[in-house]
């Protein structure tokens, strides 16, 4: 049963920590996307990816966040330092690039900031 | 700028009773509208894809439809299963396949 798998699936930590994020994509998919989900501002897209290159990183705060993609069964998503407004569940997607708009989602990291 | 709006944010129904859920689009070029599902602690989960005006897709008790300016997902007959909160979204959010997800709504179906 291929899916997107995240870890780690709760991080709380303290305000000014480095919190790292990752992803593994399901095999053979050649888009992988970075989201945020909050209450107040919903999901929100960050950076993605296309065959490893990074596409668009124009969602994410540029002095704090960083995006990656090491190889193809890896992405990471880093915070440094993170902030109390970095709460939020940080969701990983991947697609075939074949029918544009069905993603699958990974179950998501819930990430608290103190 | 390319927005997706949903209405309504909230909406209890009898188990039972159908309704209809609203996705209104201002995205330039649409590429496609996509409808998902999420239930609580999970991702979204994708349900449908429409493309053009008239288009229609079909999924057990629910139904997407596309205008040229909205969507909407009409749930027939609902069961407690069916809630959960429901996505729309459209191509447009940060390049050529990033995708643009309005707030959703969340669903609720009383037994």
């Known amino acids: 049963d291929a899916r997107v798998t995240q870890t780690p699936r709760h991080k709380v930590t303290e305000m000014g920590q480095e919190v790292t994020m990752r992803c593994q994509p399901i095999?053979?998919?050649?888009?992988v996307f970075w989201y945020r989900q909050t209450m107040m501002q919903g999901l929100e897209l960050l950076a993605y990816?296309?065959?490893?290159?990074?596409?668009?990183d124009s969602g994410m705060p540029k002095d704090r966040f960083s995006a990656e993609m090491p190889d193809a069964t890896l992405a990471t998503l880093k915070i440094q330092p993170s902030e109390p407004r970095d709460s939020a569940v940080y969701f990983c997607?991947?697609?075939?690039?074949?029918?544009?708009?069905?993603?699958?989602f990974g179950e998501g990291s819930r990430l608290t900031v103190l | 700028e390319d927005q997706v709006t949903q209405s309504p944010e909230a909406l209890r129904l009898q188990e039972g009773e159908s309704s209809s859920l609203n996705c209104s689009y201002t995205?330039?070029?649409?590429?496609?509208l996509f409808w998902y599902r999420q239930d609580p602690g999970k991702g979204p989960e994708f349900l449908f894809t429409l493309y053009s005006a008239g288009e229609e897709k079909e999924k057990e008790r629910l139904k997407a439809t596309l205008t040229k300016k909205e969507s909407f997902l009409h749930i027939t007959a609902p069961k407690p299963e069916d809630s959960a909160t429901y996505l729309c979204a459209a191509p447009g959010g940060g390049g050529a396949d990033g995708l643009t997800f309005g707030k959703g709504t969340h669903l609720i179906i009383q037994p």
């Open positions: 995205v330039s070029g649409l590429r496609g």
């Open positions: 997607a991947s697609g075939s690039g074949q029918v544009t708009g069905e993603l699958f």
């Open positions: 095999l053979g998919h050649n888009t």
């Open positions: 990816f296309r065959n490893r290159a990074p596409l668009d």
